[in-house]
């Protein structure tokens, strides 16, 4: 039984170094035509999450009205004034009330989500409200999560750096041969990939028994992106020769 064939050999770098026939007139000879080196590279990068969501839910059951209502007031008062004093906006904050009837009591429950763009502070904000109002608040696990800027920015920086690496490739292989790279000709972007990340700001199913660093480290985004390009040649580098 034959052996299976090897696998196609994956070229990374072309070099043309045989000029082509020079056209009528004169030829610069710092960029002859036909001069080129064809290289790809690719990079790959991660961005953690610049959002974290955190909901809170207070109920209070109570005979009176006026009762559970005041009750749930007076706690929604103290987290917005605490997020406040940790520099979160207003418009980070948004708070949903209920009023229903059970039996033959009233129940007032509400829902406080705030987003945070630093997570020390919401840090510091989940455990102060855990000190001060105990069990009468109960703090669901943060949710972490990508801004479209964010992911924006990953993408364009994904890129940027995969081109900075082809031209670093295209500069050794010239420097390997004694040439000097020219200007650019051609630069392609041939595949981009994204994975992991969550870009909204919904909760996600992920475990309670997951520890903070966990669940920012389940929502960092990564990006790679492999570019194409071909680069002029213009001859011999200028080596100065050292004297001993």
């Known amino acids: ?15 043309d170094l045989a000029p082509s026939p020079a ?6 000879p710092a960029a002859l035509p036909g001069r080129e080196v064809h290289v790809s590279g690719s990079a790959e990068l991660s961005a ?6 955190v909901s809170l839910r207070l109920v209070s059951r109570k005979e009176a009205a006026v009762a559970a209502r005041s009750s749930v007031s007076r706690r929604l008062q103290y987290i917005a004034h605490s997020a406040r004093l940790h520099g979160v906006p207003e418009e980070n904050m948004t708070v949903t ?23 020390g502070k919401m840090q510091s904000v989940c455990n102060l409200l855990i000190e001060k ?55 392609k972007e041939e595949e981009t990939k994204e994975w992991g990340g969550h870009i ?23 990006a ?8 002029e040649i213009k001859g011999k580098e200028n080596r100065r020769n050292k004297l001993p």
């Open 133 to 187: 109002l105990g069990t009468s608040v109960t703090i669901n696990p943060p949710h972490f999560y990508h801004t479209p800027e964010a992911i924006d920015a990953l993408r364009r920086q994904v890129c940027v750096t995969a081109v900075g690496n082809t031209r670093r490739k295209a500069q050794e292989v010239c420097r390997l041969f004694g040439q000097a790279l020219g200007k650019p000709l051609l630069i």
């Open 97 to 119: 009330e209920d009023f229903s009837r059970v039996e033959n009591t009233y129940q007032m429950e509400a829902e406080v989500c705030i987003i945070f763009s630093d997570f």
């Open 200 to 222: 909204d700001s919904h909760l996600s199913l992920s475990a309670d028994s997951q520890t903070l660093q966990e669940r920012i480290q389940n929502a960092t985004a990564y």
């Open 1 to 15: 039984m034959a052996p299976p064939a090897p696998p196609p050999s994956r070229v990374f770098a072309e070099l």
């Open 224 to 231: 790679s992106c492999r570019v194409f390009a071909v680069f």
């Open 48 to 53: 953690r999450p610049d959002r974290a969501r």
């Open 23 to 28: 056209p009528e007139g004169r030829v610069e």
